[in-house]
Nanobody, 126 residues
């Protein structure tokens, strides 16, 4: 049974940093894509970035490029989202998601992911 557990959210001032973690369990994820998404109240779930577990290849939405970094720790089966220079518009619930990379065409479409964590709140004050 696949389980994804996010942690690391909180309240931070604009310009600050947070690191989110996504601990994955229940199977081998070496062939998986791990995505980070966020959802603000009244808005659709938005792609933030993704990483291929096998080769570490990353992809980001334009609004976070240069500020956010996704990495993975194979030994801990954990994916991280390092968020720097946070802005009020980054406020949202952040989710990690997983999907086998085979046949995955669009890493940025949330409906392509099979497994989801419970989410962690990130609030950036101005």
């Amino acid at each position: 049974q696949v389980q994804l557990v996010e942690s690391g959210g909180g309240l931070v001032q604009a310009g600050g940093s947070l690191r989110l973690s996504c601990a994955a369990s229940g199977r081998t994820f070496s062939s998986y894509v791990m995505g980070w998404f966020r959802q603000a109240p009244g808005q659709e779930r938005e792609f933030v970035g993704a990483i291929n577990w096998s080769n570490g290849r990353t992809q980001y939405v334009d609004s976070v490029k240069g500020r956010f970094t996704i990495s993975r720790d194979n030994a801990k089966n954990t994916v991280y989202l390092q968020m720097n220079n946070l802005k009020p518009e980054d406020t949202a619930v952040y989710y990690c998601a997983a999907r086998n990379a085979a046949g995955l065409s669009d890493r940025d479409y949330y409906k392509n992911y099979d497994y989801w964590g419970q989410g962690t709140q990130v609030t950036v004050s101005s």
